[in-house]
């Protein structure tokens, strides 16, 4: 598969590591000389530097024979007119752009990016984005993720084990015979820096991450076994009035009447702006870092903080600070993956990485094969994935003890029609199952193959 990647930031240098990794030929286009030249250092993919929307930098980047450009560069503009050139000049079949300004995604404007216009495939908006995933997380306090699939008839939940769980140090294959109607598998276990998919004679400890399916309907049930019973918030305090915040609060107002929320906005002009567009929100103008403006807005009471200024330093240092004072959880979002490293040792209880929600984004809608949907975890190290079996895949008819996944692809529910199934290895697979599963980076590609049409049977 040929990709031409615009922009070199975060996200451009993350799908392109991706990609090329799993065998794509990848072209990465950035204004920046120093960016370009990194990506080229770090990766095996050809740099360019120059203008992304340029039809010369497209042409050198062999945009004729591309099958995918995916524009995310710091501009909206120039993804957009990167496009249309794409299309219009060189005929590129699949085009996905990042587009942050709202104005642009409004219903009234919806005929924008249809084919006789601006022919963009696929639109990404990241702001969005990462206020769905936190507020996913939110519905689930005691998780520090949570990943619907199948219209949320599946969810997938990773959550932090301690020495409250009732099944540490209990060999996995006795979850089913101790907790049979649980309706639940365990995809993978991330301990120590390192993702590992175990066998059912594998067992748990305290601090280990794990990552879980399960029957969307035993979620409660779930989370207690695994030893979390914390209820959902009703206080929250929002620290920063952006997009990000601003959606997110948006979110909780309609979907949760309950809920009292707090928003602290650092800018007088923005946080007038928001206190007009939202209808229960508080919102505060002032310094989420001053012990008054913390008082103000009684921090020690509320159960859940959510830190999503535009500073990683601002997130991290209040989410501390509204823990010492009594907070019972807090979330940050963080950019810089070095800080997330360290969140969980200072007493942040969820770091949020936007690169991660955007990455997905972006790969579920190039991955080859009956691929539904997916989330990237673990800065790529493994994917969880919503596949459909279609007539003529490789899977249909075989025993999943016959697939020879060799510990790097873990299937953990198949929907088909109204049951929910948690698979054996005599379970076989037919047309029209749809099927959660985790795949470990290297695998991905494995994937996409046992849930695509043969050649033959056409």
Not at 36 to 62: T, W
Not at 216 to 224: A, D, G, L, N, V
Not at 246 to 274: G, Q, T
Request: hydrophobic residues 40%.
């Amino acid at each position: 598969m040929k990709i031409i990647v615009c922009g070199a930031g975060q996200v451009g240098f993350n799908i392109a590591k991706q990609l090329s990794e799993q065998g794509s030929d990848v072209t990465v286009i950035d204004q920046s000389a120093e960016l370009v030249r990194k990506i080229s250092d770090s990766l095996d993919v050809q740099g360019l530097v120059g203008h992304a929307s340029d039809p010369y930098m497209l042409e050198k980047a062999n945009a004729t024979d591309a099958d995918l450009i995916v524009a995310v560069t710091i501009s909206d503009e120039v993804n957009m007119v990167a496009c249309q050139v794409a299309h219009s000049l060189f005929q590129v079949p699949t085009k996905i752009a990042r587009i942050r300004n709202q104005s642009y995604l409004k219903n009234k404007w919806a005929d924008l990016f249809n084919r006789d216009n601006m022919p963009i495939d696929v639109i990404i908006s990241p702001e969005k984005e990462v206020a769905e995933a936190l507020a996913r997380r939110m519905q689930l306090p005691g998780a520090f993720n949570m990943m619907p699939f199948v219209d949320d008839r599946v969810r997938v939940i990773g959550m932090e084990l301690d020495e409250n769980c009732p099944v540490v140090n209990t060999p996995l294959r006795q979850l089913t015979e101790l907790f049979p109607k649980l309706q639940t598998s365990v995809l993978a276990i991330y301990r120590k820096g390192r993702m590992f998919l175990p066998s059912s004679a594998d067992q748990m400890e305290v601090g280990d991450e794990v990552y879980v399916a399960v029957d969307s309907s035993r979620t409660e049930r779930t989370m207690s076994v695994f030893g979390h019973e914390e209820k959902e918030a009703r206080r929250v305090v929002i620290i920063g009035g952006g997009n990000v915040g601003f959606y997110l609060a948006r979110s909780l107002e309609e979907n949760d009447s309950k809920v009292n929320l707090k928003i602290v906005e650092m800018d007088p002009n923005r946080a007038e702006k928001i206190a007009l567009n939202l209808d229960r929100s508080l919102v505060i103008n002032g310094d989420a870092l001053s012990r008054e403006i913390l008082t103000e807005v009684n921090v020690s009471e509320a159960e859940t903080l959510v830190a999503v200024a535009d500073d990683d330093e601002v997130n991290i240092l209040t989410s501390l600070l509204a823990k010492r004072e009594g907070c019972e959880r807090a979330i940050a979002l963080i950019n810089n993956p070095v800080y997330g490293t360290l969140t969980g040792s200072l007493g942040v209880d969820v770091a949020l990485d936007p690169r991660e929600t955007t990455v997905s984004s972006i790969l579920r809608h190039i991955r080859r094969g009956r691929i539904r949907d997916l989330y990237s975890v673990r800065e790529g190290q493994a994917e969880i994935i919503e596949a459909e079996v279609i007539e003529g895949s490789e899977v249909v008819g075989q025993k999943i003890s016959q697939m020879k996944l060799k510990g790097e692809i873990r299937i953990g529910i198949v929907i088909r029609g109204d049951d929910c199934l948690i698979p054996t290895g005599d379970t076989r697979f037919e047309p029209g199952d749809r099927v959660v599963l985790l795949s470990l980076f290297g695998a991905v590609s494995k994937v996409e193959k046992l849930f695509s049409a043969r050649s033959t049977y056409f």
